[in-house]
């Protein structure tokens, strides 16, 4: 089935510089890309997704790349505050089986903004 | 607009004994599922559900089960408990078909089991 490996485990960035996570999937067929943030104590929160078609989208300070040919997408955060700290997962449609159109889960990456 | 409630929000169990964890959304979602968080891990499908009336088994189903009478509401089920099921529970919605569509979760039910 999918299988999605997200990197790094642990991210600490200094208050203003950008962060990057990564994550790579097995199955071609997937066409659906979310990321989710969460905050300690509270559920997972949809912060932007990405769809096969696209390569990249933007939202203000956040951004995300697709490169379907590597199988691998990415989450770019610009401009970091504190209030960006939190535990980050991204996750791929699985496009077969029984469980066709599910999501697969990374591990989830915990970011740390120090002021 | 609540969203994803969950209920409860925390509980201690005996093994053995047996719970029904609540999950209500009333964003007239069709889709809906239940989730397991463990350290390291991520996120994982226990059973999920794509209408009122319907369930089918994700990836990690054994010692669960599911229930959805109504379209808004969807009830995860412990027959008796094991500590092996010390998690913390996230209930989520979608619009329809998972693969394409947002889903949206609740805050989470942690359950312990001594």
């Known amino acids: 089935g999918e299988n999605v490996e997200q990197h790094p485990s642990t991210l600490s960035v200094q208050e203003g510089d950008s962060a990057v996570i990564k994550c790579t999937y097995s199955?071609?067929?997937?066409?659906?890309f979310p990321w989710y943030k969460q905050e300690l104590g509270k559920g997972p929160q949809l912060i932007i997704d990405?769809?096969?078609?696209?390569g990249e989208k933007k939202d203000q300070r956040i951004a995300v790349t697709l490169n379907k040919t590597a199988k691998h997408f990415s989450l770019h955060i610009t401009e970091t505050q504190p209030e960006d700290s939190a535990v980050y997962f991204c996750?791929?449609?699985?496009?077969?089986?029984?469980?066709?159109?599910?999501?697969?889960f990374g591990k989830g990456t915990k970011l740390s903004v120090k002021p | 607009n609540a969203g994803v409630t969950q209920t409860p929000k925390f509980r201690v169990l005996k093994t053995g004994q047996s719970m029904t964890l609540l999950c209500a959304q009333d964003?007239?979602?069709?889709?809906m599922y239940w989730y397991r968080q463990d350290p390291g891990m991520g996120l994982r499908l226990i059973h999920y559900?794509?209408?009122?009336?319907?369930?089918a088994k994700g990836e990690v189903p054994d010692g669960y089960n599911v229930s959805r009478l109504k379209k808004q509401n969807f009830l995860l089920g412990l027959e008796s408990a094991a500590p092996s099921q010390t998690s913390v529970y996230f209930c989520?919605?979608?619009?329809?078909?998972?693969?394409?569509?947002?889903?949206?979760f609740g805050d989470g039910t942690r359950l312990s089991i001594l």
């Open positions: 989520a919605s979608s619009a329809s078909w998972g693969g394409n569509q947002p889903q949206h």
């Open positions: 199955d071609s067929a997937s066409n659906y």
């Open positions: 990405i769809r096969s078609n696209v």
């Open positions: 996750a791929a449609s699985q496009n077969y089986g029984g469980s066709q159109g599910n999501l697969i």
């Open positions: 964003m007239n979602h069709e889709y």
């Open positions: 559900s794509v209408g009122e009336g319907t369930t």
